[in-house]
């Protein structure tokens, strides 16, 4: 047998800079092949060059062959390359639920690759079932704003299965999806290789890469530092272990809050939330995608207006948004999932993330600057790189920086809706270690996530939410061990997935004692 | 989609409630009326009082309101003071020209704009894109009654090709007639509209919704029409209800220099004669015009990208 992709020294240089060097790789049919390695390290880069794909101004060379076809060689992207996409290889961005056209139903897109690929051929539903999707009518005429961005990410991928491709590969496919979802991806990859696709997988989950992947590429900073099978990656981080609680006032509170996405309470989607939570504390919320977590979140932060219940921070009555003053819209700051359409994209990220001190603190132009680059700088976005417009930053990058510019706003509560699913593991550690220290400082956290192996890491208490309705919640310890609930049980079994400790369950302590160091 | 027009359309009948007070209150406030304007020559306090009373002037303007939405509501515009004939016919009469006007513009300048617009726009920044931006823009900026004389000057009397005005001429017996015209009104019209296509264009261009298309196999002309355009058309489609709001409102100067009797005429006669019912009647007209080109253009560009959301 053959390899289906074989990559030879490839190199990718734009201008003087160096960004892939040296790099080599195969993959197999119904095998996985993984690149890991950080955000920025020449994953995306070199898998796109299966394409013929580049940047602009990049230059590409080495050789890298296709299905038999020489689709780059050492003078760039051949003609070749044209004809692989999609019908050889298909690549699955990394939101790709944000790469549905918006005005399109999604039966159109599914039926006009059909009919490019494989005219002859009743691919459509077949693709749908290996992506989880019912194929009736009523689904295929809908729009993609019409499905949850869990859906929309299968959708992509039915799209992509549609045109039968030899080679699969997956951008950061784990991003985003509740561990339980990802607990699906995994038999469905497999299953997907078992029919004898090649997929080449781009993650930073070590997890999924350890659960699937029988070739392992780690590249950093564009050079491949180490290859074989999966017993190249290191050893599971240890996660902290357990801290204390404090007492206090609630600082935030929510009283029985119901929302629904159409008027007069049509279309509900949360039904009577209580929460509560006080300064230097950190409260979790669990569940699926699609179980309201979001919309709680965006009730907080007053974005979303159709709700009924109250609202308190500090006893007061919490108005929507556009209701809010400057100093309501300095207390409640709001991190979320999709950041790259918060961003102006004309201006440099520092500038925007220094925005928030100017606006909401009143601080001059030179220290919200510094102020700015010093965050973001602790959270591994250099100075240089946060000077960049958005387009130049990847989207780790461009979450942390989002992530600096809610803390620059010193905000009393923080709400950090799955900020860590773009970031590697040592992304998500500085994350975390800068969370830490501002739950040191009083702010009130609230932690949203599907991993329940994280939330209960970072929180100090913790909500499932499934269906809109509160259906289990306590110290994360009692959470993590005694589950009662059958879809905690299934969430605490899937943060498990690849090789975390099983007991212990970990809680985040504050920074004096224990910080969770930078993994690997 | 269904609840979206509905509650579009109910947004627009409030809307027309709104206009038709506004109409009428902004007519009412304008100085003198009919009849001082009629006698200005035998001026005597006792015949314009008389005169007021017989037109109803002297009534409250609560009371006139009321009787006037009364009328409007059953389709009657109510009479020109000044010629005692009907305000319906006096629209009747000049409604045609500015319509034949503003559809055959429209009918040069979309597809013309569209096809403009998506070659700008998928050479962003190139020679082509460069070279047509430049020729609209100097073109939109060349005031109108400019062009006007100089294509008359040029076609009309030099090379005696064209006639210059509509004057005792007959629209269907020589469609000639709307040739300069509508070349006035191209210049600004194609480049407005083209710039929003341009711009739809480029924005969808980069979306990562083409790029992933164009990944997965999507050949180029289809990515255009088919992934592209219903994207590109919405900034489009906007731009295209506020050319028809101008063009049927607004095209004075053209109707002044070819001397076509259309709605701009009618209106200024109308202002100049202090002719009420016939100003409330115009307006009124152009306004529920406005409203349901905007109204068609929101429902269209709900259809290409299903996902605005209109009231919260």
Redesign the interface.
Known sequence: MNPVVQVIRLAATAGESILVDNVCFDVWPGQVTALVGASGSGKTTSALAL?G?HGNGVRLGGTVEVDGQVVVDRNGPTSAAAGV???VV??M?Q??G???????RIG??LR??ER??HPTENVVVEALRAAQLPSDPKTLKR?P?QFSGGQRQRI?MA??LT?RPKVLVLDEPSTGLDSITRLQLVSELEGLADGGLGILLLSHDLDLVRALASQVVVLSAGQVIDSGGPEVLAVAPELAPAGTTAAGKPLLKAMSLSASLRPRGRDPILHGVDLAVRPGHCIGIVGRSGSGKTTLARCVAGLH??YTGRLLLDDQSLPVLRKRSLEQNRRIQYVWQEVRGSFDERRPVDQQVARTAQRLRGLRHTEADAEAVATLARLGVSAITAGRPPSRLSGGELQRAALARAVLAHPDVLICDEITTALDDHGTALVVELLTELKDRGTALVWIGHDLGLVAAVSDHVLVIEAGRVIEQGPPATVMTEPKHDLTRRLVRAARIGHRPPDSPPVLTSSNDTRSEPRR | MRSYAAQRAALALVQLAVLSVLVFVLTALLPGDAAEMRFTETLTPERISRMRTQLGLDQPALERFGHWFGNVLTGDLGTSLISGGPVADIIRHSVGATLVLTLATLAVVVPLAVVLGIVMGTRENGRLDRAITSVTLALSAIPDFVIAVLLVAVFSLKLGWLPATWVGGDLLASPALLILPVAVLFGRTVCLLSRQVRAGTISALQAEYVVQARRLGVPRRQLLLRHVLPNAAVPGVQELARTGDTLLGGVLVVEAIFAIPGFATALVDGVETRDVPVVQGLTLVLAVAALVINLAADLVCNRLVPRTELLR
């Open positions: 394409l794909e996409k999609g019908r298909a690549y961005p939101h790709p944000s790469a549905l056209n918006p005005a399109r159109a897109t006009e690759l490019l690929h729009f704003h992509a799209q992509a045109c207006e159709r």
